[in-house]
């Protein structure tokens, strides 16, 4: 068989998973903190047809001769550029301007979490108990006000409360005294693309990825120091979706599909004129 449609079909099969990641994008454009994803390819194996030889003193060099197989993908990446800010007016809603990620987890105890994950996406909420907790329920990880790290937690007789760009905690008692819940921290890690996805907005770690978690605990940082963003109080991050330039990357996903068919459909053609040579 012709070595063209099997290159066609490798190709077809590429651009097929790269309009999927075009397709999550989109669908994902008003999705708070999502980080967009982006598809590469690479070639897949060339055929020897003949080797390079080197230059002597009655003739040149020749180069080698190779046929190319195909496609396959190269990378699909996460695309970790920030998002703009939206105002919300909610003071439970925040967003990180620079670099980290908010840590969520289930805790026990008030001080031990487990199974932490991380976020960028900040519209935060108060269960019963007055924790901050993500719409699923999971704990906002931070510095609690008797030191350590655990859950957030503001009374429920609290009069109002408030969240600084340095992630302090405040709140007005019932006595009206000001008094300070604790610290919202966040995580950073030496390869952000190097996190995996797993639905709900967030994200684990993985081993290319770096850890936040050492022999002496969890490793999390002060809003704004060791090169992590400020927080942004009542404002939320957006999608770092660009429409424009998903249905342009779209486009040309589609006209290479197509290219790629028409490569299948020429070459069926010519193996129908040899097949049509014996009649």
Same mark, same amino acid.
């Given at each position: 068989?012709?070595?063209?449609?099997?290159?066609?079909?490798?190709?077809?099969?590429?651009?097929?998973?790269?309009?999927?990641?075009?397709?999550?994008?989109?669908?994902?454009?008003?999705?708070?903190?999502?980080?967009?994803?982006?598809?590469?390819?690479?070639?897949?194996?060339?055929?020897?047809?003949?080797?390079?030889?080197?230059?002597?003193?009655?003739?040149?060099?020749?180069?080698?001769?190779?046929?190319?197989?195909?496609?396959?993908?190269?990378?699909?990446?996460?695309?970790?550029?920030?998002?703009?800010?939206?105002?919300?007016?909610?003071?439970?809603?925040?967003?990180?301007?620079?670099?980290?990620?908010?840590?969520?987890?289930?805790?026990?105890?008030?001080?031990?979490?487990?199974?932490?994950?991380?976020?960028?996406?900040?519209?935060?909420? $108060?269960?019963?108990? =007055?924790? #901050? @907790?993500? !719409?699923?329920?999971?704990?906002?990880? %931070?510095?609690?006000?008797? +030191? /350590?790290?655990?859950?957030?937690?503001?009374?429920?007789?609290?009069?109002?409360?408030?969240?600084?760009?340095?992630?302090?905690?405040?709140?007005?008692?019932?006595?009206?005294? $000001?008094?300070?819940? =604790?610290? #919202? @921290?966040? !995580?950073?890690?030496?390869?952000?693309? %190097?996190?995996?996805?797993? +639905? /709900?907005?967030?994200?684990?770690?993985?081993?290319?990825?770096?850890?936040?978690?050492?022999?002496?605990?969890?490793?999390?940082?002060?809003?704004?120091?060791?090169?992590?963003?400020?927080?942004?109080?009542?404002?939320?991050?957006?999608?770092?979706?660009?429409?424009?330039?998903?249905?342009?990357?779209?486009?040309?996903?589609?006209?290479?599909?197509?290219?790629?068919?028409?490569?299948?459909?020429?070459?069926?053609?010519?193996?129908?004129?040899?097949?049509?040579?014996?009649?």
């Amino acid at each position: 068989m012709l070595r063209s449609m099997y290159s066609g079909i490798s190709g077809m099969k590429n651009f097929q998973t790269k309009l999927d990641v075009i397709g999550n994008n989109i669908s994902n454009v008003n999705t708070y903190g999502f980080k967009k994803g982006r598809t590469t390819f690479k070639d897949l194996v060339s055929q020897q047809i003949a080797g390079a030889s080197a230059p002597g003193e009655n003739r040149g060099g020749v180069n080698p001769k190779q046929v190319g197989l195909g496609s396959q993908i190269g990378t699909i990446d996460t695309i970790h550029t920030s998002g703009s800010i939206q105002p919300t007016g909610r003071p439970l809603d925040l967003a990180i301007s620079g670099e980290g990620f908010f840590t969520v987890g289930t805790g026990a105890g008030g001080q031990v979490v487990n199974d932490p994950l991380y976020t960028r996406a900040g519209n935060f909420y $108060l269960d019963a108990d =007055g924790n #901050v @907790v993500t !719409a699923e329920g999971l704990f906002l990880i %931070g510095e609690t006000a008797g +030191g /350590g790290l655990g859950k957030l937690q503001i009374p429920n007789d609290a009069k109002s409360f408030s969240i600084g760009q340095d992630g302090t905690v405040n709140y007005v008692n019932a006595q009206g005294t $000001l008094q300070t819940a =604790g610290r #919202v @921290v966040l !995580a950073k890690f030496p390869n952000n693309d %190097g996190l995996e996805k797993v +639905g /709900g907005n967030l994200f684990s770690e993985t081993a290319n990825s770096g850890s936040v978690i050492d022999g002496g605990g969890f490793q999390l940082n002060e809003p704004g120091a060791n090169g992590t963003g400020t927080l942004v109080s009542s404002a939320l991050e957006m999608s770092n979706v660009d429409l424009s330039e998903e249905f342009t990357e779209m486009i040309v996903s589609q006209r290479g599909f197509q290219a790629n068919t028409r490569i299948i459909t020429t070459s069926d053609e010519i193996l129908q004129e040899l097949v049509n040579l014996k009649r």
